[in-house]
């Protein structure tokens, strides 16, 4: 199976600051007949399921703002929040759907500092 | 907008069976697959398998290949994950999710809680 880690495990970054969230695969996600990067990323608050931020890597789901950007190529991944708003305090994930099964970060918490 | 109402709530002993269901509505039937996953407290979302609506063909995690068994009702567009002989380490939150390679639409989840 494909093991996605994360860094870091946790982070907290003041109200209005850059939040900078990595994953790392165990193998390329990059999938070299379409060149896209199978991978997306979710954030999840407490008592709700993930919600879908970014998928492709860097394609942004329909109604996510666009301070949320996913980037990478390859094995290395960055989801950063431009300016940290109140509401982004959550529970961030990666997931690969590049080959099954699809796995799961650890998840990286992000706190308002 | 696709909408997937899971069941309620259950607590099981070790070595029993669940059954966890997921009512779907809001797209065109057979055009996902469904997935489902569960999550343990602090980690990260784990996948049990998929089914096809329409053949209802399975694919199953490795992990779960001898306990875990997925049904499909295509009259009342429900689908059900089974889990027998359960463990402790088996109480999670499992979600159905639609499978459109990245998950976008979950169900509520359902928590199934297993203790003597």
């Known amino acids: 199976d494909i093991v996605l880690t994360q860094s870091p495990d946790s982070l907290a970054v003041s109200l209005g600051e850059r939040a900078t969230i990595n994953c790392r695969s165990s193998?390329?996600?990059?999938?070299?007949?379409?060149?896209?990067?199978?991978l997306a990323w979710y954030q999840q608050k407490p008592g709700q399921p993930p919600k879908l931020l970014i998928y492709w890597a860097s394609t942004r789901e329909s109604g996510v703002p666009d301070r949320f950007t996913g980037s990478g190529s390859g094995t290395d991944f960055t989801l950063t929040i431009s300016t940290l708003q109140a509401e982004d305090v959550a529970v961030y994930y990666c997931?690969?759907?590049?080959?099954?099964?699809?796995?799961f970060g650890q998840g990286t918490r992000l706190d308002n500092k | 907008q696709a909408l997937l109402v899971q069941s309620g709530p259950e607590v099981k002993k070790p070595g029993a069976s669940v059954t966890v269901s997921c009512k779907t509505s809001g797209y065109t039937f057979g055009s996902f697959d469904i997935n489902w996953l569960r999550q343990a407290t602090g980690q990260g979302p784990e996948w049990l398998g998929w089914?096809?609506?329409?053949?209802?063909?399975?694919g199953y995690a490795q992990k779960f290949q001898d306990r875990v068994t997925m049904t499909r009702d295509t009259s009342t567009r429900t689908f059900y994950l089974e889990l027998s002989s359960l463990r402790s380490d088996d109480t999670a939150v499992y979600y159905c999710v639609l499978d459109k390679s990245w998950f976008d639409s979950w169900g509520q989840g359902t928590l199934v809680t297993v203790s003597s």
């Open positions: 089914m096809n609506p329409n053949n209802g063909h399975t």
């Open positions: 997931q690969q759907y590049h080959t099954n099964p699809p796995t």
């Open positions: 193998q390329s996600v990059l999938h070299s007949a379409n060149n896209k990067n199978y």
